[in-house]
C-alpha cells in the first residue's frame, strides 16, 4: 500500500500551478452528456474522482475521448437508460449529480446512493425535494436513487440549508425542464458559478448563480460547447496553508484570488504577507504566525474544505484559536493524528479549542479523508523529524501530483510501498530514531 514518507522542516519556497476544480470538474462532466453533440472540456484535473465520473459516463455509454491530459471530448448521444453503479462511483459523492443531468435529458435516472469523504451525515433530501417540486417521483430501492418524471416542470425551490450539491443537482435538472425554476438560498460557491456558466454556454438559461436565488428557464434542448474549468479555489488553498506552516515563500500561479479572499484574510490576520496579482498569489512567512477564530460558512465565508488546513497552521501560532465547524458534523476526525504529533487541541462538539505549540514531531499517522488528509501532510512538511501518511489514496481524490508539487517546492516527500520489505524496515528505523 502506498503511503508519503516526510521528512519534516524544510520552508517551502517557489511556484506552483493550480490544477482545474475538482468540485467544479464533477458537476461540469455530468452535465456534458446532457446534450447530444460533442463538448470538450478543458482543465479538468487528473485526479482519482474525475477518473470515476468519467468511467461513470462512460459504462453508459457515453463515448470519451481524452484529448491531453486535461482535456477531454465527450459525446452523450448513445446513453443507455441503465442504473449508474459501478464499483468506482460509488465512492464519490459527485455521483449524484448523474441524477440531476439525467433526469432533465431523459426524465428517468437511476444512480447509486453517494458516498465520499466521511465527514459527518450528509443527507440528500434538499436535492429530492427539488426535483420532487420539478414534478419528478424519487424513489430509495437497494442502494439506489431511482427518479423518474412523465414531464418536468419549472418550480419554486426554497432550500432549507445551503447546499452545494443541491443547488447545482436542481439548477442541471431545471434547464431542461418547462418553463422558470426559482431556487431560493442557493449556494454561492465558485463551482455553482462555473457549472451555471457550463451550461449557459450549451444554450441553458440560467440567470443569478454566484446569488441565493438564481432563476433557470428551461429549453428542450442544450448544444455543444468548448469550456475551461476554473482553477481549484481549495488546492490553492492548501499551498496558500503549506507556505504559511512551513514559513515559507510561494507563489501560487493559476489562481482566481477573488475566490481566496477569505483564505487570504485570515493568513493576513495570524501575520503572513499575502501579495496578489491577476491570476497569483504570493504567501510569505517570515515570523511566528498569530492566533485566531474562524468558522466555517458558505462561500464567501471561510470554506469548510479549508478548515484542517488552517487548524494545523493555528496549532503551531502564538496563542489559542477556536475553530467552529459549521457545515459538517463530525470533521475533527484528524485531530486525534494531530495530537500525537504534539499538537494542543481540544474538541468540542462542532469546536475545536487550539493551544498553539512551538513545533510538531514527525510520526505515523492515517488520512481520515481527503481534506484533513492534506492537512496532515501540511502538519509533517513543518513537523520537526520523520513522519508517514497512510491512506493516501483520500488525498489522490482531490490533489494532482500532490508529491511532485511539494517536492518542487522544496518538501522531501515520497511515495513508498508499505509492502516492500525494504521499505517496511528502514522505515521502521526512521520512526525509531
Ligand atoms: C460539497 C463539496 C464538499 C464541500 C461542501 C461544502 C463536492 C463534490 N463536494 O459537498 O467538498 O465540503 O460542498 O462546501 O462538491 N445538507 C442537507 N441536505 C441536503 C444536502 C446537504 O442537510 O440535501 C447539509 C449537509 O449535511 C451539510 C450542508 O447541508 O451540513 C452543506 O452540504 P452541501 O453543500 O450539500 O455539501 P456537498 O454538496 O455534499
New binding site residues.
Partial sequence: MDFYSIRGGNPLSGEVEIAGA???A??ILAASIMTNETVTVENVPDVS?IRAILSAIEHIGAIVERVDRHTYRINGSQIKDEPVDDEAVKK???S??LIGSLLGKYKRAEVTL?K??D???????????GFRALGAQIRIEHGMIVAQAKDLSGSHVY??????????NIMMAASMARGMTIIENA?K?P?VVDLANFLNSMGAQIKGAGTDIIRVRGVQRLHSTEYSIIPDQ?EAGTYMFAAAATHGDVTIHNVIPKHLESLTAKLEEIGCEVETSDDAVRVVANRRLQSTHVK?L??PGF???MQPQITVVLGLSEGTSIITE????SRFKYVDELIRMGAQIKVEGNTAIVSGVREYTGTSIVAPD??AGAALVIASLAAEGYSEVHDIKYIQR?YEDFPEKLRALGADIRILDSDDPEVKSRSQIHLVS
Fill in positions: 475538482k468540485n467544479a464533477l458537476p474522482d464519490i459523492r459527485g449524484y449529480y453517494p465520499g469523504c465527514i459527518g451525515l450528509r443527507p440528500i433530501d434538499q436535492h429530492v425535494k432550500l432549507d440549508v445551503v447546499s452545494v450539491g443541491a443547488t447545482i449556494a460557491e463551482h481549495i466555517t458558505p462561500y470554506p469548510t474544505d459549521s457545515i459538517f458534523e481527503l481534506r482531490g
